[in-house]
């Protein structure tokens, strides 16, 4: 497991500042369409009932509706823990020197990926929608110099305080950063000679 | 022509391996790439218990059939009547 307090190449002073997950909204999605597809046997068996009364004790096909229905629940039990899996894997982290995106797309797909605060030259927050109104829902998306995709952080709660939240760590950096580079830059230079 | 009914149990093992196999990739997943916390192992232990009732409750009915009674394709027709259950009633 990945402990915060011991993150890959940490800076001294670096400290976690924030850990987002997806808005809770996703959870209940996923409990929804878990719930519906673990109900829908119950709807089928009743039909099945109602269509032939003796089906279940037949030799066949009764042992085959058993069979098939712990087949059923067992494979929407691994998709609910797969979905779940995948949210919980979701997590930005904000520390006081760079945002640590980790993104788990199914079981066999996993993006980690990283920028420092000083590097982030643009941050929007989106929410769109009634129900990422009404529940303080969104995205929010950092731009850095570089020429790569924007960072997403998507669903997560209270998308304009993070913004906030982001906006000022990055500025602090900058200033931080501003300060150091012409040092380096002399200690550079003293080297050469 | 008879078919013994444990060729249904073909299907369903492979059906339990897989979902076995993606259980373990689930809790590896959890394990490996978790944050430390109550909520990785809260999670584990959800996965394991749940998946478990599922299977002590299937197995518990499933285990009531007997499984090496034959079946011939003509009593395969649900309407046809006339054969034994296999849950011995």
Redesign the interface.
């Known amino acids: 497991?990945?402990?915060?307090n011991i993150l890959p190449n940490a800076q001294a002073d670096e400290k976690v500042v924030l850990?987002l997950r997806r808005h809770w909204i996703d959870l209940v999605r996923i409990f929804v369409f878990s719930g519906v597809l673990f109900v829908l046997p119950i709807v089928v068996g009743t039909l099945i009932e109602l269509a032939?009364p003796?089906?279940i004790?037949?030799?066949?096909?009764?042992?085959?509706l058993?069979?098939t229905?712990?087949?059923y629940?067992?494979?929407i039990?691994?998709l609910t823990?797969?979905e779940?899996?995948d949210y919980?894997?979701d997590?930005w982290v904000v520390t006081s020197e760079r945002i640590i995106n980790?993104e788990?797309h199914g079981?066999f797909n996993?993006i980690v990926s990283e920028v420092y605060l000083h590097q982030i030259q643009d941050i929007t927050s989106e929410q769109k929608g009634f129900l990422s109104t009404f529940l303080t829902f969104g995205n929010v998306f950092v731009q850095t110099a570089a020429e790569r995709e924007r960072f997403q952080f998507k669903n997560i709660d209270n998308p304009d305080d993070v913004k906030i939240a982001i906006s000022g760590l990055s500025k602090m950096c900058k200033m931080h950063h501003k300060h150091e580079m012409p040092k380096q830059e002399t200690e550079g230079v003293v080297e050469e000679k | 022509m008879e078919i013994p009914l444990w060729i249904l149990l073909i299907p369903f093992a492979v059906v339990v391996a897989f979902t076995l196999l993606f259980l373990f990739f689930n809790i590896y997943h959890l394990a490996r790439y978790g944050i430390v916390g109550r909520g990785a192992t809260g999670l584990i232990l959800v996965y394991c218990v749940s998946y478990l009732f599922i299977v002590i409750l299937g197995a518990t009915a499933l285990l009531n059939i007997r499984w090496t009674q034959t079946v011939s394709i003509q009593e395969l027709l649900p309407f046809s009547g006339g054969s034994p259950s296999s849950f011995g009633i």
Do not use: K
């Open positions: 497991m990945i402990d915060l850990l032939n003796n089906l004790l037949h030799v066949f096909w009764g042992p085959a058993i069979a229905l712990v087949a629940l067992l494979t039990l691994i823990f797969t779940l899996t919980w894997l997590v980790t788990q079981l996993r």
